[in-house]
């Protein structure tokens, strides 16, 4: 019976004593007010896991944020990154090709396998032309397309002024794709007429504005017809732009024109087409519309790898610099104004602007170049533009990558312009790693096909993704 009082005893004080550290927040317990301690760290991180999220469609109008290059995590070594790499670059994919990694804060290489090798770049040359075409542009330039009085004043001229991106009705202030809208023009134009008594004119085009053949001699006959580029031209419908099966109007500035007369004759203006013409800037404006800013059609280019955008806002930039505008003469123009920012160009050949060509030759240390160029925030255009990546496994070239466990590591937090030419593919962008330091690269491949190709280059990105590589 003692026994039993002694341990009914010595429970009760257990109990009022942990009740009394409770109350006072020393341990966890009912009565305790202070939030508890967060568990200890463990040794090593654990599994890193991705929610499983829709695709989405690329935006045309929100992008998400680069990461800064300020930061204080340690910087990574050359060492640490030929680790990370060690198993990819057995692949036998990687077996010619040119890869370079950087530290995106310092610039230092860290991995150099092949990178002043001249190679074919396919689509990754679009990151040579938004650095050239960000010093023509002002960071907001925007596009304008006008109609103007002719020289009478029942005569009308559309002004061709390179938007392609109009929206065939009423424009859109949040969209890239459809800022300006055909219909808001035509309201302008009727309405300033009718104000004047007209009601009937004749309506022609002035396309002086950056003229050029509208293909290029080195792209493959077919390249057209499966959508994989539409014609160059200065003037075209949001609607009509050139899609994987789904290719552009042969002339988009005539559908634009016909679409415009269309909707004149709705608001009751009689229209009748006549052949091309000019207007001064001195003639009578009747109605304007503008573009979203150049930068965020340079970031639309790269996030869908338009290959027609890219080739008008490289030319245009090329007129407006006062250069020619065939094709070969825009790319020799762009390899001077990478030049021209301090960039060793030197045996760097482009016959495009968007990479559809075959004799283009660029090296792996180059594209790294004008990346890390484009992080360094002196190049708003250019920044704009690189913001436009792809993001690995959700948006535009990128959706559909990085999904399997091997590579997986580096979705949503790669950015990258890919590259795909029969035998020869790329991918080029940056990626945090594990240590949160930004790294840029660059990988460049050929004879390998196309899928196994692909696979090989998501895994040397993931596995820098994957590197804490101090």
Not at 380 to 405: C, K, N, Q, S, Y
Not at 409 to 422: I, N
Not at 437 to 454: C, D, F, I, N, S
Request: glycine share 10%; with cysteine.
């Amino acid at each position: 019976m003692r026994r039993l009082t002694a341990a009914l005893t010595a429970a009760a004080v257990l109990v009022l004593g942990y009740a009394g550290l409770d109350a006072a927040d020393f341990v966890p317990g009912l009565l305790t007010t202070r939030p508890l301690p967060p568990p200890p760290p463990t040794e090593t991180p654990g599994t890193r896991t991705l929610p499983v999220v829709p695709q989405p469609s690329p935006s045309t109008s929100v992008r998400m944020p680069l990461g800064s290059l300020a930061g204080e995590s340690a910087a990574p070594s050359a060492a640490g990154v030929r680790r990370a790499l060690a198993d990819v670059l057995d692949l036998p994919a990687l077996s010619d090709s040119a890869l370079v990694v950087r530290d995106g804060q310092s610039g230092q290489v860290l991995f150099d396998q092949g990178g002043t090798e001249r190679r074919i770049p396919a689509s990754t040359t679009k990151l040579l032309a938004a650095a050239a075409v960000g010093q023509v542009f002002a960071p907001d330039e925007t596009l304008k397309t006008q109609v103007r009085q002719g020289s009478s004043a029942d005569e009308i001229v559309l002004v061709a002024g390179g938007d392609t991106l109009i929206a065939p009705g009423a424009g859109s202030r949040d969209a890239v794709a459809g800022r300006a809208g055909l219909s808001d023009l035509a309201n302008q134009v009727a309405k300033a007429l009718q104000d004047s008594g007209i009601e009937k004119v004749s309506l022609s085009l002035d396309t002086s504005y950056a003229p050029g053949p509208t293909h290029a001699p080195t792209w493959g006959a077919g390249f057209h017809r499966l959508g994989i580029v539409g014609a160059v031209t200065m003037l075209g419908l949001s609607t009509e732009r050139a899609a994987e099966n789904d290719p552009a109007p042969n002339d988009p500035v005539a559908s634009t024109l016909d679409t415009f007369a269309a909707l004149l004759k709705k608001r009751g203006i009689s229209v009748t087409t006549t052949a091309k013409g000019t207007v001064s800037p001195s003639q009578r404006v009747l109605g304007s519309v503008e573009s979203a800013p150049v930068r965020d059609q340079l970031a639309l280019a790269l996030t869908d790898s338009d290959n027609t955008l890219t080739e008008v806002l490289a030319r245009q930039a090329a007129f407006r610099a006062g250069a020619a505008t065939d094709f070969p003469s825009v790319g020799a123009w762009i390899v001077e104004q990478v030049a021209a920012l301090g960039i060793d160009t030197q045996g760097v050949v482009l016959s495009d602007a968007s990479g559809l060509s075959r004799e283009n030759r660029v090296t792996g240390t180059l594209l790294t170049d004008v990346l890390r160029l484009g992080y360094d925030g002196k190049h708003p255009v250019l920044r704009t533009a690189l913001e436009g990546m792809p993001i690995a496994g959700l948006t535009g070239t990128l959706g559909d990558r990085f999904a399997i466990d091997s590579t997986s590591d580096a979705a949503g937090r790669a950015r990258a312009k890919t590259g795909t030419l029969t035998g020869a593919n790329a991918l080029a962008g940056s990626v945090v790693d594990d240590d949160g330091r930004l790294l840029v690269y660059a990988g460049l491949v050929a004879g390998a096909p196309t899928l196994e190709a692909r696979a090989a280059l998501d895994r040397f990105v993931a596995a820098l993704a994957a590197c804490g590589c101090r």
